[in-house]
């Protein structure tokens, strides 16, 4: 079966700073990947995804995310953050060949500071 | 607009009182998901449908029921709620094609039972 960790739960960073999350899977063969971001009150919003190809994924609003097999990891970074970025973000996986069965981590909230 | 409509956004009920929270789609998708998001848990997938008529348990299906008999919509059924069923809900749908993987969400339903 698919798992997908976020080990960070809250995460605090300056206006203009870097942003990384991290996301860990777990998954047999090559999975599909995503992150979503969820602002409060509101539904979820998909931010990029990776099938295959090339590892480094660029998504909507300045995101972007790399794919690292040999780490099962797939980070969502931002060079610069602003502070409309404070949200809940989740990170999901998708096996390959059951496309409907998607699993989300447990997300990670930011709070960005002025 | 492209949208995954959900109804009632927010919903009170008593224990055991049976309830339908609607979901349609107008994208012509095939596969339609219903999850439930709790704080700390994240979403977890209750149920999920390839296709009309085709459906599959989740992660946690106990307590509900769901039927696709048209394309566009997939309703969600708890025939007896109990409390453990506060939740948020989120209906989704995406196409089953590999370029366009990922799925639109609803708005969500907050359901309260007491």
């Not at chain 1, 809940?88 to 390959?96: L, S």
Request: glycine share 10%; aromatic share 12%.
């Amino acid at each position: 079966a698919q798992s997908v960790t976020q080990p960070d739960i809250h995460i605090t960073v300056s206006e203009g700073a870097s942003l990384e999350l991290r996301c860990n899977y777990s998954y047999g063969a090559t999975p599909y990947l995503f992150w979503y971001v969820q602002s409060p009150g509101q539904g979820l919003q998909l931010l990029l995804k990776y099938f295959s190809g090339d590892t480094l994924v660029q998504g909507i609003k300045g995101f972007e995310a790399e794919f690292k097999r040999s780490q099962s990891s797939f980070n969502l970074r931002k060079p610069s953050v602003h502070w409309s970025d404070a949200a809940e973000y989740f990170c999901a996986v998708g096996a390959t060949g059951t496309a409907s069965k998607l699993t989300f981590g447990t997300g990670t909230r930011l709070q960005v500071t002025l | 607009e492209a949208q995954v409509t959900q109804n009632p956004r927010y919903l009170i009920t008593v224990t055991g009182k049976k309830l339908t929270v609607t979901c349609s789609q107008n994208m012509n998708h095939e596969y339609m998901s219903w999850y439930r998001q709790d704080p700390g848990l994240g979403l977890r997938q209750i149920y999920y449908s390839m296709n009309v008529e085709v459906t599959d348990k989740g992660d946690v299906p106990e307590g509900y029921k769901v039927s696709r008999k048209e394309k566009r919509n997939f309703p969600l059924i708890l025939e007896s709620p109990s409390p453990n069923q506060t939740s948020l809900y989120f209906c989704a749908s995406s196409t089953r094609d590999r370029g366009g993987y990922g799925y639109t969400f609803g708005s969500g339903t907050r359901l309260t039972v007491v």
